[in-house]
């Protein structure tokens, strides 16, 4: 973005190109930049910084497809002031874009080994660019499966795309909700159990994890159970990220600038800082 | 006569034990079949049966009167359902209905009981798993009660 080498805090303005509603406070935003061009590259697990005037920033992950460039896509949670305002944006709208700021998902160490994607909640967002790559380079990796939980069936997102992804034979996806109607045909129970029916080689799997904190770390216990290598799993952290660039210190844990050194980190890397609950 | 203890054998929760004790406790098994939305057991039947999950799914649920039944657990093949045989009267505190075609095996826990009072090894090996999968079911409860998604 030219922007970004004259002004790294100078957003780009995107006009909003459609809007879908993922659940009763979720919605995914096609974007364009509104001068025209050859759109915003970026690696899967890297956020924008989203802008509406007049109303603030926040950190938004990208969940497009990384070889699809010419849109940008984000998918959004209305729960502050910000975000309710880009969940109000219409057709035509227009708001700023910093970005893409942050470490990805390795999935281009990941070549050769079985590949564990599990998501809680919205944490399908930031992992669904990983997916993509993932399937857009399928024979280059081993078993492929996701593991995915919602508190309830209505707070699935991209279900659509869930159920496409169920159809593929070299794909396996597992689905799960913490509780359910009685009309409910899927599984219910929380998403930490379908980790032992994941089928994988510990020695050669890269688990990709991404969901509230407390979901990750009784995720990562069960990674652990079954044998798979700290080193090789990775989380996703979420904090209050406000520059992007490791300026300001609003995201720091620890040594570490969320925005800047991660939001992906290696499990070993910031295992300490991740159960202390003083940070 | 057909034994079921090849059936026995390969079902998780009894994996590792003593052909002994399989041959026992295929004394107290029978094979069952649930058609899609039948149920298992409803809340405070008398609890008379232990499954053991062969193919399919049960939805665990608790009826509310105003909701309907709510699904609080699935459980499929090598799982088991029914965990309550601690505290007599043996009754059912939830509703298990098959969400599809469900084979299991159901232990009668009556008869099972009785030969657990009669073999204790036998007795210790089974309150091991029974054990097991009551700290698996808890950890899950809490996980659920906290609202990881909250």
Known sequence: MLNQLTDPMLPTPYRVLKVGRETKDTFTLTLAPVQGGRGLSFAPGQFNMLYIFGVGEVPISISGDPDRTEKLVHTVRAVGAVSRAICGLKKGDTLGVRGPYGVPWPVKAAPGFDVLVIAGGLGLAPLRPAIYHLLNRRPEYGNLELIYGARTPEDLVYYRELSRWRGRFDFRVHGTVDAAKNDWRGNVGVVTNLVSRARFDPEQTMALVCGPGVMMRFTVQELVNRGLKLENIYVSLERNMKCGLGLCGHCQLGPFFVCKDGPVFPYDRVRDWFLMREV | ?150
Not at chain 2, 3 to 25: C, E, M, N, S, Y
Not at chain 2, 39 to 52: C, G, H, K, M, P
Request: aromatic content about 12%; hydrophobic content about 45%; proline content about 3%.
């Open chain 2, 1 to 150: 006569m057909e034994t079921l203890d090849p059936v026995l054998a390969a079902h998780p929760f009894l994996q590792g034990l003593d052909p002994r004790h399989l041959k026992v406790i295929g004394e107290c098994a029978s094979k069952v079949n649930f058609n899609a939305g039948e149920f298992l057991f409803r809340e405070q039947d008398e609890a008379t049966n232990f499954y053991l999950i062969n193919h399919g799914r049960v939805a665990v649920e608790i009826f509310r009167a105003r909701r309907g039944p709510v699904n609080v657990q699935t459980l499929r093949e090598g799982e088991a359902v029914g965990w309550l045989w601690f505290g007599k009267p043996y009754h059912w505190h939830f509703d298990a209905r098959a969400v599809q075609l469900t084979r299991a095996l159901a232990l009668d826990v009556k008869s099972l009981m009785e030969r657990c009072d009669q073999d204790q090894q036998l007795g210790y090996e089974l309150m091991k798993r029974y054990a097991h999968m009551l700290a698996v079911q808890f950890r899950v409860a809490i996980l659920q009660l906290g609202d990881m998604y909250g």
